[in-house]
């Protein structure tokens, strides 16, 4: 029982690449991890109670830290329980490495009890290498590759399958240094694209930069607020579809809002630089282009599948987009800004709510968001989750730093839930608020526990309309009898006292129906020493902007 397992390996080579805690659902066949564990007291055990919620965790967790985090899952069900976070983490290019327990291979070959063939293929449209061991020897060295594709550039998911008779039986074989396998080199651009690139803003009357979630993701603010000011161009954030997190501050005057083509900075674009983008997340089909036309446009990714996808580009480089930035800098040289026209605005927000001005319950969207912003500094990160209310969200909140706010482009609701909680793990130092929707909630309540249980301070702040708004927006742009009549099936989701059902999890909670209470509430709870949620009761009639 004393001898070297398979398992002891693995837990070996995680401990080797500074993988200090693992989050995970556990089954039988996860037994001899667990033991492993036992005698690493160094090693947390993070216990979630469903597999959504340990996938979104360590998304977050890679988020905070720019570093492998893992999420170990049991057999085929629990992969498929977490598949759809698996997505999210896929479009954040997360380095999650997934370990999933399997049965023994003799029972895996007579489909013995939860065991399924080619467990992996579940998970490869998600991930970037899937692959099973097949020998224990051979653990050490697959948990190796898995590390090293995860954390390699273009970086994102990992699924790697670890068969429970593997993993009991004694392994011999030595952890391989990951010094020798790691890859942290960054693509620099070709030097002649990135010459092309210089000469177009250079002859460009109306530049504008957009920063996509890449910008955040390689630290490239510095560089991309000193371009702006050397081109003295307007700079947007990624169009709301592929938007994860701010790439450009809020409270910068070059500042001009999210990208579309109606967005008054871009209408009058002659040159597009999108550093970092997708270009573009597709919703429904649009007779309109995403780019004004006889607009030039430049594109960098660190995923050349990423170029001329959807979007034809002028100049496409391939390359980290701080890289791009300082080398498109020393080009353009020391000359000034030319003078252009002021950042035109685009858009306008409500007047923030008074205790003496806000009209009767229940609050509006807009009023909770302008809320919100009254208490969100610039030490809190925000991981919003909360579809409808999105487009407030987004207008109203400070997003003047990378770590400001992070969402989802997946459309996999109750990420929110988990990875607001694996990233305040992986950034302690900061104050993590949890903005979901109750049908946000309802995908992953099971959050509540792990918070509680581990004492994870994050504070949930639920926005309760109390129905699926953007399938009753869907049918009034449908535009079929459910909008005629004013009925809309599969909207309403009424009936749950969200606050009790936090309690019941061991949170501390409030319900609110008046905006103007909630920034009282934010600080109180909030000055608590561990998790607690505040509900907050909205319109039911208020659809939203932009629905998912």
Same mark, same amino acid.
């Given at each position: ?130 692959? #099973? ?30 068969? #429970? ?96 083509? #109606? ?182 309540? #099971? ?102």
């Amino acid at each position: 029982m004393n001898a070297r397992t398979g398992a002891d390996a693995v837990l070996e080579v995680l401990l080797a690449w500074g993988v200090r805690r693992v989050f995970i659902c556990p089954g039988s066949t996860e037994a001899a991890f667990l033991d492993a564990t036992v005698r690493h007291p160094d090693f947390e055990v993070v216990l979630t109670t469903h597999e959504s919620v340990t996938v979104a965790m360590a998304d977050g967790h890679a988020r905070a830290t720019g570093e492998p985090a893992v999420a170990y899952l049991h057999t085929h069900l629990g992969l498929v329980n977490g598949l759809a976070h698996l997505d999210a983490a896929r479009m954040a290019r997360s380095p999650v490495v997934v370990l999933n327990g399997l049965k023994a291979a003799s029972i895996q070959a007579r489909g013995g009890f939860t065991a399924l063939p080619a467990t992996g293929e579940l998970a490869r449209p998600f991930v970037k290498r899937a692959w #099973q061991s097949l020998t224990t020897a051979g653990l050490p060295e697959d948990v190796t590759q898995a590390l090293r594709a995860a954390t390699a550039e273009p970086s994102g998911p990992v699924w790697l399958g670890l068969a #429970q008779d593997l993993m009991e039986t004694v392994c011999p074989v030595a952890v391989p240094d990951p010094a020798r396998h790691r890859v942290s080199a960054r693509t620099a651009p070709d030097p002649e694209r990135l010459r092309e690139a210089a000469e177009l803003l250079r002859s460009a009357e109306r530049p504008v930069l957009v920063a996509g979630a890449e910008v955040g993701r390689h630290g490239a603010q510095r560089e991309l607020v000193a371009l702006a000011e050397r081109l003295g161009a307007p700079v947007c954030n990624e169009d709301r579809r592929g938007f994860e997190r701010p790439g450009f501050p809020a409270d910068h005057p070059l500042h001009a809002g999210g990208y579309s083509a #109606q967005n008054p900075a871009v209408a009058g674009a002659d040159v597009l630089v999108f550093l970092g983008c997708r270009c573009f997340v597709e919703f429904e089909p649009s007779p309109e282009p995403p780019v004004p036309p006889c607009c030039r446009v430049i594109h960098s990714h660190v995923d050349p599948s990423e170029l001329a996808k959807l979007q034809g580009t002028d100049v496409a480089l391939v390359a980290d987009e701080s890289l791009v930035a300082a080398g498109l800098l020393d080009l353009l040289g020391d000359a000034r800004a030319p003078a252009r026209p002021p950042v035109p605005s685009v858009h306008t927000e409500p007047p923030t709510p008074s205790e003496h001005t806000e009209p009767p319950a229940p609050a509006t969207v807009h009023q909770v968001a302008a809320a919100l912003a009254e208490v969100v500094d610039d030490r809190t990160t925000v991981f919003e989750d909360a579809t409808t209310s999105e487009p407030a969200l987004l207008r109203a909140l400070p997003l003047n730093s990378v770590d400001a706010l992070f969402t989802t482009a997946s459309g996999s609701l109750g990420w929110g839930m988990g990875a607001a909680l694996g990233y305040q793990l992986g950034a302690p130092e900061r104050r993590v608020l949890a903005v979901v929707g109750d049908g946000v909630f309802q995908f992953g309540p #099971q959050a509540l526990w792990v918070a509680a249980r581990h004492r994870i301070p994050v504070l949930f702040v639920v926005i309760n309309n109390r129905s699926y708004a953007a399938v009753a927006a869907a049918l009034r742009r449908y535009g079929g009898t459910a909008a005629r009549v004013g009925s809309y099936p599969g909207k309403d989701i009424s009936g749950v006292d969200i606050a009790a059902v936090a309690r019941g999890f061991g949170l501390p909670a409030r319900r609110l129906d008046r905006a103007h209470e909630l920034p009282a509430a934010v600080k109180e709870l909030g000055a608590l020493d561990g998790p607690a949620l505040i509900e907050v009761l909205t319109d039911p009639d208020d659809l939203g902007a932009a629905p998912r």
